[in-house]
C-alpha cells in the first residue's frame, strides 16, 4: 500500500489539512485565534492520530507566539505522519511535491501563498532529525526544496543534496544552493558583482565580543576592512530579533548584556538614507532570474520592517510604494538588471527573495538573501489596491516555472525516498 493509498483510506477520520494561507489569513485579518486552537485540541485529545490537528494546532500556535508549544506540537503531528495534502480548488494542472523541514514559520518557503487558489496540488513532505523516514512517495511532476538556509539544518540540506542528485523528477532549488545562503557565506559569493554591495558579516562567538568590549582584540580582528558602526545580530534571528547598531566598541558591552546569545553575526553599517532622510527597504523576488517586487518598506528608522514602517498609517507612504510598484518593471529592475542577473548566476536558484536597498551611489545594497521569505496578498485590497496586480504577477511566474520544469520530464515515476 502507497502513502497515496494510506492517505485516502484515513480521510474519513481525518478532516483535511487546514494549512498555512488560510489560518495565517485569519490572524492577518486579526480574528480570534483561540477557538480555532481550542477546537483543534479537541480534535486532537478525541483521536491522538490526527496528525492534520496537531499540525494546524502547532501553526496557530506559532502564529499566536507560542513557539516552543507549537514546535513541539508539530513534532507530534510529523512523528504521526511526515507528508501532507493541500489539493487545488480547481482540476489540477500539476503535482508539486514540496520538500520541507520541522520549524517555525521561517524554515521553510511558504509555498501555499504562492499556490493559494490556484490548479497545483501540493504534497508536503517533511524530513529531518526526529521525523520518521518515508519509504514510497506518491507521483508528482515537480519537486521543490523549501527548506529554508539556517545553521542547524546545513548538514540536513548537504545530506538532501547527494539523495537529490539523480531524482527521478525536476528538483528546484538545489539544497547546496540554499546551503550556501548563510549570511557569513552570501557576502562572499555576491560580493564579486560590481553592481551590487553587500557588506562582508562574520560570524563571532560572544568571547570573542567580549574580548572586543574589554580591549583585548580590535575590530579588524574580527572581520577586516570595517569600523564601527557596525550591526549585530544572533546567529539564526529573524524580524530584527536581537538586531542592533552597535556604534562603538564601548557599546557593544551594553550590547551582550541585552542580548545573551552564545553567537553572532557582525557586518559593518551602511547608511541607506535618500536625499530626503528617509530609509526605503524593498523585498523582491527572482523566478527563474526574473525581478518581481513583493513591497517596499518606508521608515525614518534602518531597521525597516514592513509592518512597522507605518504603511497603513500613511497615504503619502502608499502612494509613494504604489508608484513605485506600477513602476517597477521600467525603473528598479531595469536600473539593476545586471545586480539581479549576477544574483541569479551565483545563487544558482530557481525561486529566491532579497531584501535590499539602494546605497547612496546608486549600488544594489543586500541585506539578506534567501529562498524562504514570506511574500503574500493578504494586505486589505481597499487600503492597497495597487498590490493585487503586481502578486499576482509573481504568483503566475511561479506556476509557470513549475509548468516550465516540469515539461523537462515527462515521465511520470514513485520514486523511493
Same mark, same amino acid.
Given at each position: ?10 480521510? /474519513? ?9 488560510? #489560518? ?27 496528525? *492534520? ?12 507566539? *507560542? ?8 513534532? #507530534? ?20 511535491? !514540496? ?6 514559520? @521561517? ?7 504562492? !499556490? ?8 508536503? +513532505?517533511?524530513? %529531518? ?10 507521483? *508528482? ?15 540536513? =540540506? ?13 528538483? =528546484? ?22 553592481? =551590487? ?7 563571532? &562567538? ?13 575590530? &579588524? ?14 546567529? %539564526? ?14 557599546? !557593544? ?6 542580548? /545573551? ?40 528608522? +534602518? ?7 507605518? @504603511? ?6 502608499? !502612494? ?23 544574483? *541569479?548566476?551565483?545563487? %544558482? ?52 516555472? =513549475? ?11 514513485? /520514486?523511493?525516498?
Amino acid at each position: 500500500m502507497t502513502i497515496s493509498d494510506q492517505a485516502a483510506n484515513s480521510a /474519513p477520520t481525518m478532516p483535511a489539512l487546514i494549512g498555512l494561507a488560510p #489560518l495565517m489569513r485569519k490572524a492577518f485579518a486579526e480574528e480570534d485565534m483561540k477557538p480555532i486552537a481550542a477546537g483543534l485540541l479537541e480534535r486532537a485529545k478525541n483521536n491522538p492520530d490526527d496528525a *492534520h490537528a496537531y499540525m494546524d494546532l502547532a501553526t496557530v500556535l506559532l502564529l499566536l507566539g *507560542h513557539r516552543d508549544t507549537a514546535l513541539s506540537t508539530q513534532m #507530534l503531528a510529523l512523528q504521526t505522519q511526515a507528508l501532507y495534502q493541500i489539493p487545488s480548488n480547481t482540476t489540477a494542472k500539476l503535482k508539486l511535491l !514540496v520538500l520541507m523541514t520541522n520549524g517555525d514559520l @521561517m524554515a521553510n518557503t511558504p509555498v501555499e501563498f504562492l !499556490v493559494e487558489n490556484s490548479d497545483i496540488d501540493l504534497e508536503l +513532505w517533511y524530513v %529531518g532529525a526526529g521525523i520518521p523516514a518515508i519509504h514510497e512517495l506518491p507521483e *508528482h511532476d515537480v519537486l521543490l526544496v523549501a527548506i529554508g538556509e539556517a545553521d542547524d539544518k546545513r548538514d540536513l =540540506l548537504i545530506d538532501l543534496q547527494e539523495i537529490l542528485k539523480n531524482w527521478h523528477r525536476p528538483v =528546484l532549488n538545489l539544497p547546496i544552493r540554499i546551503a550556501e545562503l548563510g549570511r557569513d557565506r552570501a557576502c562572499h559569493l555576491l560580493q564579486p558583482a560590481a553592481q =551590487l554591495e553587500m557588506p562582508t558579516a562574520a560570524r563571532v &562567538s560572544r568571547q570573542q565580543m567580549q574580548a572586543l568590549a574589554d580591549g583585548h582584540i580590535v575590530l &579588524s580582528d574580527l572581520i577586516t576592512d570595517t569600523d564601527f558602526p557596525i550591526i549585530a545580530r544572533p546567529l %539564526g534571528s529573524h524580524a530584527g530579533q536581537g538586531l542592533r547598531k552597535v556604534m562603538s566598541v564601548d557599546a !557593544v558591552a551594553d550590547y551582550l548584556q541585552a542580548v /545573551p546569545v552564545e553567537e553572532f553575526y557582525i557586518a559593518r553599517f551602511v547608511d541607506y538614507r535618500s536625499a530626503d532622510g528617509l530609509f526605503r527597504k524593498y523585498r523582491i523576488m527572482l523566478i527563474d532570474g526574473q525581478p518581481f517586487i513583493s513591497h517596499m518598506g518606508i521608515s525614518t528608522h +534602518w531597521m525597516i520592517h514592513y509592518l512597522n514602517a507605518g @504603511m497603513t498609517e500613511s497615504a503619502e507612504k502608499r !502612494v509613494e510604494e504604489a508608484h513605485f510598484m506600477q513602476n517597477f518593471e521600467t525603473g528598479f529592475a531595469q536600473r539593476h538588471a545586471q545586480a539581479f542577473a549576477e544574483i *541569479h548566476q551565483r545563487t %544558482g536558484l530557481d525561486y529566491v527573495g532579497i531584501d535590499c536597498g539602494e546605497t547612496s551611489d546608486g549600488k544594489l545594497l543586500i541585506f539578506e538573501v534567501d529562498s524562504d521569505m514570506i511574500v503574500h496578498a493578504m494586505d486589505p485590497i481597499e487600503m492597497f489596491p495597487y498590490k493585487q496586480e503586481p502578486m499576482q504577477k509573481l504568483f503566475a511566474a511561479f506556476r509557470q516555472l =513549475l509548468i516550465a520544469t516540469a515539461a523537462t520530464n515527462g515521465s511520470a515515476s514513485t /520514486p523511493s525516498a
